[in-house]
Every structure is written in structure tokens, then in C-alpha cells.
């Protein structure tokens, strides 16, 4: 858990609890608020933030602004401990204490994203290591969040102690223990069984079968992320050279467009999520207020027949069998790749195949293993393809990878960062624009302007965005505060309350000597497991941690 | 010639020399020759290991980084980290060198030395299979006798039956109705892991603690593994049943009992013992199934995990970890079966 290198999703979960940033997302719908710094003013390129007094670390030492300013500085100028920040210190240009309460940061260009969403980690810890990527970090660890990790056994669990120096003030649990499930069937049997007082990320089924349970209290909020059907409009590389083989008829604006009208994915909510979702059009969903429009001026709402008509009328004739050619009076078959190892992706596929028979498309489905499907996506090899992201609530970086400088350097797709290897320079344009404005209405219509291009294009069928699910028991947690757009919701452990050990029923097996109570069990999966636990839901989210 | 003649003269090295040999010298030999083969085994799957994995689609980098906003200078970073911006001889140059010194690697998704990773994982394997193997054993050997000597009863047909009907289950589906049954309905299990976690239990209370979660899985590899014990303990005995010598030590007044432990069993078992041997690394195999359903901290699960990305480190280890202890166990096969079939040795 090296909050400088680590890159999986455990790490990313322990860490929430364990540090903490300038800024921190708050309920209700994970707007950026006060965390280490308790106000702050931006003026141009200098955003100046104000820490709240005396911040201590958990082992009792000053939180200063000096540990502030040393870890950017460090993201800034060690290349080994930029590696999770992802983008966060791409634009900066000087990070100083002014005083013990001030930091300064001084960004490069204006930017709209508040530069303050880096974990901060103790400098008096950290900073005389030999080599403090190599660091694992699982011991006594020192944090400023109401968890710190005690002790640590790999693969099995992490223990988490209160840390009574928190600014919010001593946690109402003495801690907390991480357990890893390997099998997410397993996680949900022992919630019903009390073995555990908490589970995340669970599926759509997982969360029905929760309903009505004795002491548990199912939790829906918005995940933040979404699944689109990708079309191929034609790959190029950064400088413009066509890369991949996609079929040539997705060229054509009107057979995307199509495509998209033949979708009828209200149903996919309802039989692939149980309804726990929303569908809409465009990458940015209802979760990512105040920018979610449905762009009800320029929407092409579902409707077969009008995607028949549409590729009627363009020359699309259909054979004996029903099925379209293209113009040079070829059939159309086009592949349709996606995660073969969920559960979510092969079930949408099976709905896919038949919507797009109606208006006369041939598809041949082929499921591959997620680093397959990726790989192909990157170098441009593929005609149709199920592919999601995780939107933070900052639309930024949902935008940045619609950009045509996110593409891929070389056709071989290695460092392509681009969502569907899409390019359109007037879309560029508005996310330069939206990425100064300080103006939150007016970034809003940028934004929004922005998508309405990128809508219009047809790039990608959205086809839904997956509710977050979660679920606790309410005979041992009394509390919790939900933040719209947070995943795991650890971002609010400090607020947990426990039901008191007498009014609880717990069954929990484990109240041995030596452990102190009351405990509240929490699980990290620590691992999704391909084929048992994977959901595609969870592979491609953001939590509101995930900094953009 | 029976099968067990031949599988002996396969076993049995080319070179005996007759009458001047001693016992002890042919079997040095023996074992020398089986050595070497252990030896060339181990540096083919040193070499293989390197190459077989990166034919896997994937970018590690990529799928490292999945559905984080990271950009271009990082995922460079990444790669220049890992050792991929390098041509494909260099980083096999250096995967050598580095494993003459010991070392496996870093891991790429748990950021912490391959060999640490394989130390904290493998103990949990091997008491798994281990526990599993021994009940299994003794259960399938003891079943399968028993079955045969009485051949055609009620026994024979009810154990010959249900031993089938446990092998032809696929495991996962077995470990799931045995989690849903004692974990989910009845609550008298644990639904996963290998101790009950933040429990700090000492003694007595964590053996006990320790069993209770054993239960499940040994359970399910016992269940789904001792059918071939029993199958093929109880077709050696059968045929041996029908041998003379059986007929001289009925004839000699011992009790059927006698006759069956002392001169039958002891026949029967040597081509079993060859099959007991060859089905270790299968369990150790059957083990990432099981592990993967009751959320063992095991090898096997390691594995499993670490073929998405793919965590090429990693894989490389757990790899070489897996094949040398089949290989070990191959050889282990080789020297007792010698040991136990005077046969062998006068050729």
C-alpha cells in the first residue's frame, strides 16, 4: 500500500482511509469540500489553500504545510513516485509552504480541476528513505485519515486501528478489518451469516438477493461510471496515419447512428443491472451533476424502424437474407468484441447480436479475455466493441481521452490513451476551453456543448451507467453517510456509528481474546478474480478518489 | 506382459550389468540418470517460463492502469520500470541474471518482490494439498481394497457408485453448494480464508480455528480426488484376486483377513503408488479451483491472478515453483517405486 507506486484497487481502498488530500470529496454528491485545507482562493495560475490549525499525524506529529508541499514536490520531480497520482502533477509549475498553515500552488496553465487531490503522506516518514518506492508501507503506518493500518497479512486481511488525531475528531469504532473474499458468492454468504458487517461492489443479482435479508440495509448510489458500445470510425494514430483493420461501412456517420437507434437499453438496465442503473446518452451520467443533460435537442431516441429507414435511404440494400451490404454490394458482418470472462459483457452481447439483426446487420460475437479486448481497442482491430470508463466527478479526464492528442503514438496502440481512437479538432477546442473555465456555469455549457459533438459523431452507444451497491448490517452499523459517485464509501468510515454491543445480535465468529471491541469487519476485495468475482462494472471504475 | 511389468520396464534404465552388478551400485546409477533428468527438466522450465508467458495478449502496462486517468509519461515510466522498453533478449539476459542471484523479480501488480509474494502464499498451499492428499489417499486406498475384496457387494456397488458421482462433480460447483449448505444456510462455517482475520488467536483456539476453516475445501478436494484411488486400488486388487500364490496362503490356513493384508494389498498397491505420485502435481492444480472459492490465501490463487495483466514476474515465479515441485515429486515416484518392487532391481 505505497501510496506513491501502488496501482491496484485494494491499494487504492486502504489508502482512502488511511490519507488524506487538501481537498476530499463530501457528501451528497462528492463535490469537492474542505479536508486538509479548510478553505482556498484560486487567482489565475496560484491556488492558495489554507490548512486548518493544528493538524496532527497519527503518531502525534504536526501536519504542516511544508508535508504538503513535499509531496508534490516529490510527484513533481521523482518520475518512480508519480506513478498513481496518474495526471495530477502534469501541470504544475512550483508547490511552496508559505507559512505552516499556507500552500501554494502555482499550475503552468489555468486549469479548472483543483490541483488539491493528492493523498499526503508524512514527510517525516518518508522523506529520509533510501529508496522509498520500494517502501511497502503495511507496518504502523502513519496517516491523517480516521484509519491507519497496524498490522498487515498479505492476501488474507488488513487491520485498521482509529487514529484519535483525525481533524474530525477520535473515530466512534476502534477499527476495522479488511478481509479479502476471492469469491464474491462467499463476501454475501457471510454478511447474511454476520461473519462480516459490510460488503462492497456487488452485483446486480448479489444486491437483490440481499433484499429482505434479516439486518441488512441494501446501499444504491451512483457509481460513476459508464458502458458504451464502441464503434470503430476509422483508427488513426497521433499524426493522423490510419491504424487497425475496422470495417470500412462504420466510416459512415448514418450506420453508426443506426446502430445506436437499434439499442433498446432501458431493457439492458433492466435485465443486465435488475434496474440498478440509468441509461442516457452520452458518457457523462446523471451521477456527475451538475453536467449530466440528456441533450433532448439533438437525441436520435430508440427506434428500430428509423435506423432502418436511415440506412434504407442511404444505400444500404438488404440481400435475400435480410441482411444489408455495403455499397460496393459486399454483406456487412461486423465483429462485435468483448470481456468474455464476466458475467455483464457475454449477456449484452446475446442482446446486441439480435437488435442489430433487426435493421439487417450481421454480427459475429467474439468474446476475448479483457487484456485481449484492450489490446485490439489500442491498436485500432475491431469493428464493434463493449468498452467502459469510470467518470470522476470532474469531467476532465472523461473529455481528455475523447481528445485527439490522447491517441496512440504508433499504430502498435502502445500508450494509447484514447477511449475510441476518435478525433475532432472543434471538440478539442471545447475541452481547452472547459479545462480554464473557473466558472462553473459556464464550464458546465462547455462541457455539455463538447458532448454534443461527440453525441452527434456517434462514437459510442452508451449503454448504461451501473449504480454503485453496497450493502451493511444494521444490527451492528447504525450510521453511514452516503456520497453519490463513491464506490466504497470507505471515504466516509469516519462517520460510521455502531450499534451498541448490547442492542447488537451479531453473530460474529470472531470476538477472540486480545481483539478489542466493538469491531466492524469490512471487506476489500483485494483482487477481482476473472471469471468468480469480476464484474465488469468493477474493472474500469473511478471512485471520486481516483483523482483526475 | 501386465501393465505393471511394463510401466517397470519403461522405468527400468537401459544398462544393467548382469550378474556383476551389485543391488546398490545399478541403483546409484539408476538414480544419477533420474537426476540428470531432473536437472534438464528444471533448466527447460527456467528458460520456458521466460518465453511462454509473453505470448499472452495484453500490455501489463495497460491493464496496469486500466481505468485510471494516467498518461502518456507515466505509462512510459511504467515500462522503463518493468524492464518492457527493453528488446526482448536484453530482459532475458537480465530475468537470468537475476535469477542465478535469487531473484525473481517485483511483481507488477502488488509492487513487492515475486519471491516474498511465493513465501507468504506457498505455506497455505501446501497444508491445503497436503491434508487433502493424505485423506484422500488413505480414504481412496482404503475404499478401494475393501470394494474389491468383496467384489460385486453392496459395498463394492454403493462405493464404486458414489466415488464416480464425487469425481464427475466440477469442483467449483461442489465447493459453492458445500458453502451454501454450512456457511449460508446453517452458519456453522466460515464462508473463506485460512483463520478468522484480527482474531490474534494463540494455542489451542487457533488450531481449532485453523480446522474450521480447513473443513470446506479439504472437504472439496477429497471429495473430488479420491475416486481415482479407490478406482484403481480396487482394479489391482481385482487382479491380483485371482493370482496363485493367494491360492497357496489360503492353502497355508491364514485367515482371509491375513491373506488380504499380508500378500494381496501389499501386490496391489504398486502400480497405485505410481498413480498417487503422478496425481500430486493434478492436486496441486485441482488446488487454484478450490483456493479461488473459499478465498484461500494460496499459490494457486497467485496464479490465477496474476494471468490477467499479465503480472509476467510473477507468473514466471509461481511457474517455476509449480514445475519444480511436480518434477521433485516425479522423482520421488521414480526412487520409491524402486524401493518397493524387488522386481525392479533384477532386471
Keep these: ?548 | 506382459m501386465s501393465e505393471t511389468e511394463l510401466i517397470q520396464m519403461s522405468e527400468t534404465p537401459g544398462v544393467v550389468d548382469g550378474e556383476t552388478s551389485t543391488r546398490s551400485s545399478t541403483y546409484l546409477r539408476y538414480v544419477a540418470n533420474k537426476l540428470v533428468g531432473v536437472a534438464i527438466s528444471l533448466i527447460l522450465v527456467v528458460l520456458m517460463s521466460f518465453f511462454a508467458f509473453r505470448i499472452l495478449p495484453g500490455d501489463p502496462v495497460a491493464s496496469l492502469t486500466r481505468g485510471r486517468p494516467v498518461l502518456g509519461p507515466q505509462l512510459a515510466q511504467l515500462k522503463k520500470e518493468f524492464g518492457l522498453d527493453q528488446p526482448l533478449w536484453t530482459q532475458f539476459v537480465i530475468y537470468l541474471e537475476h535469477l542465478f542471484q535469487g531473484d525473481l523479480g517485483e511483481s507488477y501488480t502488488y509492487r513487492a518482490p515475486v519471491s516474498d509474494l511465493i513465501m507468504d502464499y506457498l505455506f497455505p498451499t501446501l497444508l491445503l494439498t497436503t491434508v487433502s492428499a493424505a485423506i484422500a489417499i488413505t480414504l481412496g486406498l482404503w475404499v478401494g481394497q475393501r470394494a474389491a475384496w468383496r467384489r460385486g457387494s453392496w459395498f463394492d456397488n454403493l462405493s464404486t457408485g458414489t466415488a464416480l458421482v464425487f469425481w464427475s462433480m466440477p469442483t467449483f460447483w461442489f465447493g459453492l453448494i458445500l458453502l451454501l449448505i454450512f456457511a449460508g444456510m446453517l452458519h456453522i462455517l466460515p464462508a473463506g480464508g485460512m483463520v478468522t482475520p484480527g482474531a490474534n488467536l494463540t494455542g489451542f483456539p487457533y488450531l481449532w480455528d485453523l480446522i474450521r476453516h480447513l473443513a470446506l475445501p479439504v472437504a472439496t478436494m477429497v471429495a473430488v480426488s479420491y475416486a481415482q484411488y479407490s478406482l484403481i486400488m480396487r482394479a489391482s486388487l481385482i487382479e491380483e484376486m485371482s493370482s496363485d500364490y493367494l491360492t497357496t496362503a489360503r492353502a497355508k490356513g491364514l485367515t482371509d483377513d491375513a491373506v488380504r493384508r499380508r500378500h494381496a494389498v501389499p501386490n496391489a498397491l504398486l502400480p497405485t503408488v505410481t498413480i498417487v505420485f503422478l496425481q500430486i502435481g493434478g492436486l496441486i492444480a485441482g488446488a487454484v479451483t478450490v483456493e479461488t472459492v473459499f478465498s484461500w490465501p494460496g499459490l494457486g490463487f497467485l496464479t490465477f491472478q496474476a494471468l490477467s495483466g499479465p503480472d509476467l514476474p510473477l507468473l514466471q515465479g509461481t511457474f517455476v515453483v509449480f514445475s519444480s515441485i511436480i518434477i521433485l515429486t516425479n522423482f520421488a515416484a521414480d526412487l520409491v517405486y524402486r524401493a518397493i518392487d524387488p522386481r525392479v532391481t533384477t532386471a
Design chain 1, 1 to 548: 500500500m505505497n501510496p506513491f507506486t501502488m496501482l491496484n484497487q485494494a491499494s487504492f481502498d486502504l489508502a482512502q482511509i488511511q490519507y488524506e488530500s487538501l481537498v476530499m470529496p463530501t457528501a451528497p454528491d462528492g463535490a469537492d469540500g474542505p479536508g486538509l485545507a479548510e478553505k482556498w482562493t484560486v487567482d489565475g495560475n496560484t491556488w492558495t489553500f489554507e490548512l486548518r490549525p493544528d493538524l496532527k499525524w497519527s503518531d502525534g506529529e504536526d501536519l504542516t504545510a511544508e508535508d504538503v508541499a513535499w509531496n508534490y514536490n516529490t510527484i513533481m520531480t521523482n518520475p518512480k513516485l508519480a506513478i498513481s497520482n496518474g495526471n495530477l502533477g502534469d501541470n504544475l509549475a512550483s508547490v511552496t509552504a508559505v507559512d505552516e498553515d499556507t500552500v501554494e500552488i502555482v499550475t503552468e496553465t489555468p486549469q479548472a480541476i483543483n490541483p488539491g487531490k493528492l493523498y499526503i503522506v508524512p514527510k517525516h516518514i518518508w522523506a529520509d528513505m533510501e529508496s522509498p518506492e520500494t517502501y511497502e508501507n503495511t507496518e504502523d503506518v502513519v496517516g491523517s485519515g480516521p484509519f491507519v493500518m497496524s498490522a498487515y497479512s498479505r492476501g488474507v486481511s488488513a487491520h485498521m486501528k482509529a487514529n484519535p488525531y483525525n481533524w474530525r475528531g477520535a473515530p466512534k469504532l476502534d477499527g476495522i478489518e479488511v478481509i479479502s473474499y476471492k469469491n464474491k458468492d462467499a463476501e454475501v454468504l457471510a454478511l447474511k451469516s454476520g461473519e462480516i458487517d459490510w460488503s462492497n461492489r456487488l452485483t446486480a443479482s448479489q444486491f437483490d438477493s440481499l433484499a429482505g435479508a434479516a439486518n441488512i440495509e441494501p446501499v444504491e448510489t451512483g457509481g460513476g461510471r459508464y458502458l458504451g458500445l464502441s464503434m470503430n470510425v476509422g483508427s488513426t494514430t497521433l499524426d493522423g496515419t490510419p491504424m487497425g483493420d475496422g470495417a470500412a461501412v462504420l466510416q459512415d456517420v448514418v450506420v453508426r447512428k443506426a446502430i445506436r437507434q437499434a439499442l433498446d437499453t432501458q431493457q439492458l438496465v433492466d435485465k443486465v443491472l435488475n434496474g440498478h442503473g440509468w441509461t442516457g446518452p452520452e458518457i457523462l451520467g446523471p451521477p456527475t451533476k451538475p453536467y449530466y443533460s440528456d441533450y433532448e435537442d439533438i437525441v436520435d431516441p430508440y427506434s428500430p424502424d428509423a435506423a432502418n429507414e436511415a440506412l434504407d435511404n442511404a444505400g444500404y440494400t438488404k440481400g435475400a437474407d435480410g441482411y444489408r451490404m455495403d455499397k460496393e454490394g459486399k454483406p456487412i458482418n461486423l465483429r462485435l468484441t468483448f470481456d468474455g470472462s464476466g458475467a455483464a459483457e457475454p449477456q449484452i452481447a446475446s442482446f446486441i447480436e439480435p437488435w442489430l439483426k433487426e435493421i439487417g446487420i450481421k454480427v459475429t460475437l467474439m468474446p476475448q479475455s479483457i487484456d485481449q479486448r484492450d489490446q485490439e481497442r489500442h491498436s485500432g482491430n475491431y469493428d464493434l466493441t463493449l468498452n467502459g470508463w469510470g467518470n470522476p466527478i470532474d469531467p476532465d479526464y472523461m473529455l481528455y481521452i475523447n481528445t485527439c492528442g490522447s491517441r496512440a503514438p504508433a499504430a502498435d496502440g502502445a500508450g494509447n490513451g484514447s477511449a475510441d481512437n476518435w478525433c475532432d479538432p472543434e471538440f478539442d477546442e471545447l475541452y481547452k476551453q472547459q479545462h480554464v473555465e473557473l466558472d462553473q456555469d459556464k464550464r458546465t455549457k462547455l462541457v455539455q456543448d463538447a458532448l454534443s459533438i461527440h453525441y452527434e459523431a456517434a462514437v459510442v452507444a452508451v449503454l448504461y451507467y451501473p449504480a454503485a451497491l453496497q450493502a451493511y448490517r444494521t444490527d451492528r452499523i447504525a450510521h453511514v453517510t452516503k456520497i453519490q459517485n463513491d464506490f466504497t464509501a470507505y471515504q466516509t468510515f469516519h462517520d460510521l456509528t455502531l450499534v451498541s454491543q448490547e442492542e447488537g445480535t451479531s453473530s460474529s465468529s470472531s470476538s477472540g481474546e486480545g481483539a478489542s471491541w466493538p469491531w466492524i469487519v469490512a471487506i476489500a476485495a483485494l483482487v477481482v478474480v476473472a471469471g468468480i468475482v469480476t464484474i465488469v462494472v468493477i474493472r474500469r471504475r473511478q471512485t471520486a478518489t481516483d483523482r483526475e
